[in-house]
């Protein structure tokens, strides 16, 4: 049975911590797998803190959701956001500078996203960005483990 937590932050980096610590309660309660959780984290944290970067123009405060889904079979990580239109899963991987040449800046960020996540998805429903990451991995086992 999915377990499904919501938490809204600001779109102040200083937020991410409650990301972070929000996904560390559910994987100690629902037994999410070390690794799957170590990726979860990075991923999240990345996507998130390019939704507080790049979403908003107006340097005014914002608000956005974060819907993190436990199931049986894997976790999902859903961001919804009221900022400019932006689909990650299109944007073009980084590229290898010429020699003598500065790296062009950004892609790295989304590039780690797709190494770390099993799927990556966007939308855009009724003028909000609708990303969703998704990690499938044995959730319950962590648990089932210490209590042997």
Known sequence: MPHAVDVRIR???????ILRDTLDHLAREFGIPQRALTQLQVALDEVASNVIKYSWDDGGPHEFL??????????????FDDGREFDPVTALPPTQPAAGQRPRPGG??????????DRFAYERIDGRNHTTLSKTCEVGTAVQRSEE
């Open 66 to 79: 974060v819907r993190i889904i436990v199931q049986p079979d894997r976790v999902d990580l859903e961001l």
């Open 11 to 17: 779109n102040d980096v200083s937020d991410i911590v």
């Open 108 to 117: 790295l960020g989304i590039h780690l996203i797709k190494q770390l996540v």
